[in-house]
């Protein structure tokens, strides 16, 4: 064992904590006890640390004075004064309480319930004095009332409350109207390029119609030029311009033209003569033409060149690709569908064949009747009846009825076979 002295045990300098029962049973009167309490309440509401930081507080703030220790802080909040804390610890503790808090306030509240607890004014204070509630003021004690700087006081935090609130309202009310201001600006702005830009478009739509209308016109009048121009013209131009370079020309006019059959039929022609028109403003090539319009190429090369027809299918695609008239294309279409080379063939066959004799006419050497009946020696120079009319001229009008649709398939090739039994 040691033989060293022992040193004597000290006093627990944290003593225990001590509950609300323990300091109504200790303090001298109700009263005492809300005055320990409130005072209890300011270090736990306001105070992170407890007692500890508010004496770490109250050296930091030069409020600490001799003689303060944890202990003696404790005692005065554990109820071992019955009548309540001094009021040098309530005025420390005050003091050490965060700047956001209203310390003016509290110390007035602080006194009123001090005045409760003993009796009397805290010695050598001369402020404010609020009584709690429901606590009368007491005889003798003007300042146990609410006084006037303290209703001040309230008033002005209440002033200034409003204030700021008034302020802040009145920011937020301004930033709205900037913001309608700005977005009415915008609105006007977007009205004014709105009427600018319809405008805009109007005028553009009239160009792009009077451009439909002079493209047409001039594809209308190559069509005119195919039924009617004659080689010679088209080889021998009025004024003999020189070509534009290839940086400049934008359109090749005349390129599918070129691809036209001479032997194709002249409605054909036309035909062809309109597609490629369409085809050159449009700048496209034959195999572009073929893949926009959902065609075969050779197909298209054939509707260029006047050797074939496009359907009514074919017609649509290419009207929507070439942007042309679907009205001419169908009426050029149908025109070219009733005439063939063919017919044109035929009618120059038919026209060099001569038509047979009648049999009404006598043969020549084979004279009956007298010389004023022989009609084959004195023919009748005043007939009472028209002249038949030339295979050709029945062949034309039995082409034009059924062009007009006046006579049906069936019925135009039975007259036609019987017309050709004749030759």
Request: glycine share 4%.
């Amino acid at each position: 064992m040691s033989t060293a002295a022992h040193r004597p045990p000290t006093r627990n300098a944290r003593p225990y904590a001590v509950d609300t029962a323990t300091i109504r049973r200790r303090a001298a009167s109700p009263d005492a006890a809300e005055y320990i309490l409130y005072v209890r309440s300011l270090i736990n509401d306001y105070v992170d640390g407890g007692q500890a930081q508010v004496l770490r507080t109250a050296r930091t703030r030069r409020l600490s004075f001799p003689g303060l220790n944890r202990q003696k802080l404790s005692e005065n909040l554990n109820g071992r004064y019955r009548l309540g804390p001094s009021w040098d610890i309530t005025e420390l503790i005050i003091g050490c309480l965060p700047d956001s808090c209203d310390t003016a306030s509290i110390r007035a509240y602080a006194a009123g319930w001090y005045q409760c607890a003993r009796n009397q004014l805290p010695q050598g204070y001369d402020g404010p004095v609020s009584r709690p509630q429901g606590k009368p003021g007491l005889r003798n004690v003007p300042e146990s009332e609410p006084a006037v700087p303290v209703l001040q006081r309230r008033l002005a935090r209440l002033q200034e409350r409003l204030k700021d609130e008034t302020m802040r309202h009145v920011e937020n009310l301004r930033m709205s109207e900037n913001s309608r201001n700005y977005e009415i600006r915008r609105a006007n702005q977007l009205e004014a390029r709105f009427h600018e830009t319809r405008d805009e478009l109007l005028r553009v739509k009239t160009i792009a119609a009077d451009v439909a209308t002079i493209r047409e016109e001039y594809a209308r009048q190559c069509v005119a030029l195919e039924l009617i121009a004659t080689p010679v013209l088209r080889n021998k131009p009025i004024v003999d311009l020189p070509e534009l370079p290839a940086t400049r020309r934008r359109i090749r006019f005349g390129h599918l033209v070129a691809t036209i059959d001479a032997q194709a039929p002249p409605a054909r022609r036309a035909l062809a003569r309109y597609l490629c028109a369409y085809a050159e403003f449009a700048g496209v090539s034959t195999t572009e033409l073929a893949s926009r319009a959902d065609i075969a190429a050779s197909a298209v090369s054939d509707f260029l060149a006047g050797r074939l027809v496009p359907t009514t299918s074919e017609g649509i695609r290419l009207a929507a690709v070439l942007d042309c008239v679907p009205e001419t294309l169908r009426i050029l279409s149908t025109t070219a569908s009733n005439d063939t080379a063919l017919d044109e063939c035929f009618w120059r066959i038919a026209d060099g064949i001569v038509d047979p004799p009648s049999s009404s006419v006598a043969i020549a050497g084979e004279v009956v009747g007298s010389e004023s009946d022989n009609r084959s020696t004195h023919p009748n120079t005043d007939p009472t009846t028209p002249a038949l009319p030339t295979l050709t001229g029945r062949l034309r009008q039995l082409a034009d009825a059924y062009r007009e649709g006046l006579i049906s398939d069936s019925e135009y090739a039975e007259q036609r076979a019987r017309i050709l039994g004749e030759l």
